[in-house]
């Protein structure tokens, strides 16, 4: 159901309660508790929470997001406006926000912040009793860029998401600020600028006004790369929306001074949900919330709300995502090739001969590319090592260069994920009381796995490690013993033949597959050995698996780069990928018998480290 403008039911200008300021709000009642939670780091994060006035058989939630500069005090008042009286609200304040900790405006990057929603739902899960299907976010300006990459890279299986004036496009009125901006932060360190943006732009309602102006716990400043980041976040939300299949509603102020409107239309036509609405709210300022006539938007949200939770959750099935959907047009479209005079025929041409002709003369890595495939084992090793060789200064500093592709940053960022994924996961199979063995079945040289282990040797764990390589099971045991690590064994097996991964014995309790199944674009392939991995996984035992939802250049890979597969005339294959969407591959993980229970993301969201536990009464890898 696709919807703009248009919301069939009645009372929508019924006014709700609109509480102006900082006055303190409750739920029919019940006033709201301070507390805090750690996020992934370990910081410290304030947050409100406003029990439910009257709790229903199944505890709902409305988790609350402020805008920029200011704190969970300034969406209070949403608490009473929504009138939801069966759900518990939330509110947190971002770090380097109101009563949380941090330099005002700053955080390491963008995602951070994104990572901190996870922690808190994880954390209203864990502490609170709410399960993610039965949450609702409603978040506005910057924190609903927050909220849309959230759902894009994390996939979480909520119940709804409201965004009000979602900032994909902050105007900036100074010529070539972003330019300017991203320069800047080559200098380094934390630098700020500072908002614009009166409070008179913000809102009509004068009592906001005043209350915002006078609030202590406002900062104007950002740090840039806080706001570089939004941009970059922002975009990539754009250019992938179809990944997002969470209900959402769209709240556009009609005169914002503050963000541009287009691309918040944009975003509605691309959402790849069956369920989105947009509305256009004439004359509004930037604050939608809080705006003199905010009872209108307020309406729209609670009859959102209670829509979709009178409604069953709507998941899209995607198990058959390689045959129909925008990563298979992706897919198809890389494998066509371009006119050779076209734009991009000619930068790509030239992007290859540079590489074959001066890089792999000059750069180490690029030559180990071409030699062994962009997407081998040895070309991974490399790249974990992230140490700049080949001729002379010159060469090295093309070598560094290669090194730095996001691409090889974010399977830098993948491998510290992995390594602590899988520290935590052996942490808890002992503390269970269990045997830890470990199950890798497509290792590589298994660097990460040996460098863990050799970490932690109290856990007296044992690892399996496999791969179809012959050359990375050779390469693997010379740097274990490189290592000094003994409590390993590497064997040559095919991670895709079902019967093979479940026969291992005895069965691991902890699995893992890394940087597979995103080079394989086939669902029946990456089902087979999921199939496999269920039965070989002891009950309750658990599973650490790798996405790749989104590449900022996957056609450069796909039009320059070489795979370590071959054709039947022994020439390497173009290295083409297709995305799966994080919604997609934790539904392959779901069905052979897993349920996910974490989630790590690198800052671009390229990679995803995600830990599942494998059902309890399942058998022959199906759901139990």
């Known amino acids: 159901m696709q919807a703009a403008l248009n919301f069939p039911s009645a009372n929508l200008n019924a006014r709700a309660t609109v509480v102006p300021g900082l006055r303190a709000v409750v739920n029919s009642g019940v006033a709201a508790h301070e507390l805090s939670f750690g996020s992934r780091d370990g910081t410290a994060l304030f947050y409100r929470h406003w029990p439910a006035a009257q709790p229903g058989v199944a505890k709902r939630a409305v988790i609350l997001l402020h805008r920029g500069h200011e704190h969970s005090g300034?969406?209070?008042?949403?608490?009473?406006?929504?009138?939801?009286?069966?759900?518990?609200?939330?509110?947190?304040?971002?770090?380097?926000?109101g009563k949380s900790p941090g330099a005002r405006g700053h955080a390491d990057n963008f995602g951070v912040l994104i990572a901190d929603l996870e922690?808190?739902?994880?954390?209203?899960?864990?502490?609170?009793?709410?399960?993610?299907?039965?949450?609702?976010?409603?978040?506005?300006?910057v924190a609903s860029v927050i909220?849309?990459?959230?759902?894009?890279?994390?996939?979480?299986?909520?119940?709804a998401l409201v965004c009000a004036s979602p900032a994909l496009a902050v105007k900036l009125y100074v010529p070539f600020a972003l330019p300017l901006l991203r320069a800047g932060l080559t200098l380094g360190g934390p630098r700020f600028v500072q908002s614009y943006v009166k409070s008179k732009l913000l809102t009509h309602d004068v009592a906001r006004q005043q209350s915002y102006d006078a609030d202590p716990l406002i900062s104007k400043q950002i740090a840039t790369n806080i706001l570089v980041g939004l941009f970059d976040i922002a975009q990539r939300v754009l250019d992938d929306a179809a990944a997002?299949?969470?209900?959402?509603?769209?709240?556009?102020?009609g005169n914002d001074w503050v963000v541009e409107e287009a691309p918040q239309e944009r975003l509605f036509k691309a959402l790849g949900a069956s369920i989105k609405r947009h509305a256009v709210l004439p004359g509004f300022y930037h604050d939608t919330f809080g705006e003199k006539e905010a009872h209108v938007p307020i309406g729209m949200a609670r009859e959102f709300i209670i829509e979709r939770f009178a409604a069953p959750l709507t998941v899209p099935a995607l198990l058959d995502a390689d045959a129909q959907g925008h990563t298979k047009a992706e897919f198809d479209a890389l494998q066509q090739p371009l006119h050779p005079l076209?734009?991009?025929?000619?930068?790509?041409?030239?992007?290859?001969?540079?590489?074959?002709?001066l890089g792999s003369r000059l750069s180490t890595g690029m030559k180990l590319g071409l030699a062994t495939g962009f997407d081998s084992g040895a070309t991974l090793d490399y790249v974990y090592r992230n140490q700049a060789q080949g001729r002379g200064t010159l060469g090295r500093m093309i070598d560094r260069n290669y090194l730095e592709a996001i691409g090889w940053r974010g399977i830098r960022v993948r491998r510290a994920n992995l390594e602590t994924a899988l520290t935590d996961t052996m942490m808890r199979v002992a503390a269970q009381g269990r045997p830890v063995r470990i199950l890798d079945i497509a290792t590589g040289h298994g660097r990460y796995v040996l460098e863990t282990l050799k970490r932690h040797p109290k856990f007296q764990a044992h690892a399996v490690l496999r791969d179809f390589s012959q050359d990375n099971v050779a390469q693997g045991r010379e740097l274990a013993a490189q290592l000094g690590v003994s409590n390993v064994r590497y064997e040559w097996a095919d991670a895709f033949d079902a019967a093979q991964v479940a026969a291992i014995s005895p069965r691991p309790s902890i699995a893992i597959v890394s940087g597979l199944y995103e080079l394989f674009p086939h669902n029946a392939m990456v089902q087979g050995s999921l199939r496999g991995l269920a039965e070989a996984v002891e009950p309750g035992g658990y599973l650490i698996y790798t996405s790749q939802p989104w590449h900022p250049q996957v056609e450069l890979i796909a039009r320059v780069l070489s795979s370590h597969r071959v054709n039947a005339q022994g020439v390497s294959q173009p290295w083409v990928m297709r995305h799966r969407t994080q919604a997609e591959m934790d539904q392959l993980v779901a069905a052979a018998g897993f349920t996910k229970i974490s989630q790590a993301m690198d800052q671009w969201g390229i990679f995803g480290v995600s830990v599942a536990r494998r059902n309890a009464g399942c058998s022959q890898g199906s759901q139990g």
């Open 74 to 97: 300034r969406v209070a008042h949403l608490v009473e406006g929504l009138n939801l009286p069966d759900c518990d609200f939330f509110a947190w304040d971002q770090r380097g926000h």
């Open 119 to 141: 922690s808190f739902v994880r954390h209203v899960e864990r502490e609170h009793g709410v399960v993610p299907e039965n949450i609702v976010i409603v978040a506005a300006s």
């Open 147 to 159: 909220a849309l990459a959230w759902v894009h890279d994390y996939a979480p299986r909520i119940r």
């Open 244 to 253: 997002i299949t969470t209900p959402t509603l769209i709240l556009t102020s």
């Open 342 to 357: 076209s734009p991009k025929g000619v930068y790509f041409a030239m992007t290859r001969a540079s590489m074959r002709l």
